[in-house]
């Protein structure tokens, strides 16, 4: 029955175990988890790894030899510009870490598994005739759903598939029975990928074109011509949420761009905003977006125009969250949350404000340690900043953030403005693939600080501010009591975000006016009549 099959899992491990060096082999078989595999580690010098979904094991004493690694290149595939090879007709992919000499001294052998029936929860997303763009930590299963979602669309239309690095279709000429009907071209170097989606739909003629990993700028722009075409578009890019597209300055177009706009002196009053305030520049390219936060449970922004609109303005976004069941099938259920987009430093930066938190009566809750269950943990790359200060910084506010050693394994860079206006390596390989790039004026405890409120969106309550934040209603609510006196204008002490947030909201319950001026950490409110 079209597109409802049980889960049906196809790995050719066997097939991916022989290309490695025989004890090793051996050791993931006496393992005997070969369901919950995802990928083996050999560098040289070191002992071999493989990596599980709940831990990582090492699967020898003895360190892993040149010899071993020259074995395995010769039993894959051809390494193509990006350094990865495959294994012709199967999805498993091998990613090659070189020396300055160019020679092999990595692999990471990661096994592809073409599973059936995931793309159950969304079907009738991808079926709507809607573009629709996945997105999620990487190991989350997007190419999975991506290449489940071009078998089952392909049943009844045209589909073609850019398969950029043979990840979606597999290796070799003849494209993985994981993709059905649907056509695959695949694509000579990574740079390219933006050509080939245009030589697409210019040479082929197809309803559908599934693209996998979205990453440069003229990737977006491809799409969005793509789209205007009238052809539909299923496609992943680099990020977690919808925050990290629009703080993604290469990536933002996806979602529409995000632009500054003044405002007239009687709209921002009617809005009760500042003059100069954030909105979307331009429809969406994709009018649907799913962030994949487990396997088995999406958030599902039905109207992306709606959502960055809101999000832009501070109000609550009406998403669908939906969960696989124990039966089988899936239930989705109506979710609202708070996420408020700031700008820091002239560079965007996204933060996330779940309901239940904020408000004036603080209760008891400021004095006990914070619970950020609700918050994504991040994992982030740092690039000229004191790790021993980020750390620090990171257990003083209980946030749960990780610095990783390796790009690849990040979700984020954290550098100073020196070095990003340099571009040095680091920093221009990240703007490459569309990691978010934070950038610090100093390399201060408290620069560290502030960065991780606003990445995390810590709110007063959570950071235990209740005596700030009570002083500074009592400010406030005295000065617009001035104002109603006589006064022409009262400017109120230097806060935080989420404080001047308050104050300007009982200044517009009073009926008067304010603006927030100046830059942080000196940035504060003026109240004034109308």
């Known amino acids: 029955m079209r597109g409802r099959l049980k889960h049906e899992i196809h790995d050719n491990l066997d097939v991916l175990l022989k290309a490695l060096p025989k004890r090793i082999t051996s050791q993931v078989k006496n393992e005997g988890r070969n369901d919950q595999l995802l990928e083996v580690i050999l560098d040289i010098g070191r002992v071999p790894t493989a990596r599980y979904t709940d831990s990582e094991v090492v699967l020898s004493d003895v360190d892993v030899s040149a010899s071993e690694i020259g074995g395995v290149v010769d039993r894959v595939g051809r390494f193509d510009a990006d350094n990865r090879a495959g294994i012709e007709r199967t999805l498993h992919r091998i990613s090659a870490i070189r020396n300055r000499q ?49 078998r089952v669309l392909a049943e009844s239309r045209r589909v073609v598939v850019v398969d950029t690095s043979n990840e979606i279709g597999g290796d070799g000429d003849i494209p993985h029975p994981a993709v059905g009907r649907a056509r695959r071209m695949q694509v000579k170097n990574p740079t390219y990928q933006h050509e080939v989606m245009i030589e697409a739909v210019e040479n082929h003629n197809p309803e559908i074109v599934v693209i996998d990993e979205i990453g440069r700028e003229q990737e977006a722009v491809a799409a969005r011509t793509i789209a205007e075409r009238g052809v539909q578009l299923i496609g992943t890019a680099h990020g977690n949420t919808l925050d990290n597209l629009m703080v993604n300055p290469t990536l933002a177009d996806l979602v529409g761009g995000i632009e500054s706009v003044t405002l007239s ?17 331009s429809p969406p390219t994709f009018d649907l977006l799913i962030e994949i936060l487990e396997r088995d449970r999406l958030n599902v922004h039905l109207d992306v125009s709606d959502s960055v609109d809101k999000l832009l303005r501070g109000q609550q976004i009406r998403t669908e969250l939906r969960s696989r069941t124990q039966e089988g099938g899936y239930r989705k259920t109506n979710r609202v949350n708070e996420r408020v987009l700031r700008r820091s430093d002239n560079k965007y930066s996204g933060r996330m404000q779940w309901n239940g938190f904020g408000g004036d009566d603080y209760g008891e809750e400021g004095n006990r340690t914070p619970d950020y269950s609700h918050i994504q943990p991040i994992a982030v790359y740092v690039y000229g900043i004191d790790r021993g200060r980020l750390e620090r910084a990171t257990r003083r506010l209980h946030v749960p953030l990780r610095v990783v050693d390796e790009m690849e394994d990040a979700q984020a860079l954290v550098t100073l403005k020196s070095h990003y206006r340099r571009r040095r390596a680091p920093i221009s390989n990240a703007e490459s693939v569309g990691i978010p790039i934070y950038v610090l004026r100093s390399n201060t405890q408290h620069q560290i600080e502030k960065l991780l409120v606003e990445v995390f969106g810590l709110s007063d309550r959570e950071l235990g501010l209740r005596e700030r934040s009570n002083g500074s209603k009592d400010e406030t609510k005295a000065a617009i009591d001035m104002i109603r006196k006589g ?13 001047r947030r308050r104050q300007h909201e009982l200044v517009r319950r009073a009926k008067l006016v304010s603006h927030s001026y100046g830059v942080d950490p000196n940035r504060h409110v003026r109240v004034f009549k109308g």
Request: hydrophobic fraction near 35%.
């Open 102 to 150: 160019g020679e092999v001294v990595g692999l990471t052998c990661r096994v592809g598994r073409a599973v059936y029936g995931t793309i159950e929860i969304i079907q009738d997303v991808i079926e709507s005739g809607k573009s629709t763009l996945l997105l999620g930590r990487p190991g989350v299963g997007k190419t999975t759903m991506l290449r489940e979602a071009a």
């Open 265 to 281: 002196d009687d709209e921002a009053r009617r809005r009760g905003t500042q003059k100069t305030v954030l909105e979307r520049r």
């Open 487 to 499: 006064a022409k204008q009262i400017d109120l002490k230097p806060q935080t975000a989420n404080v």
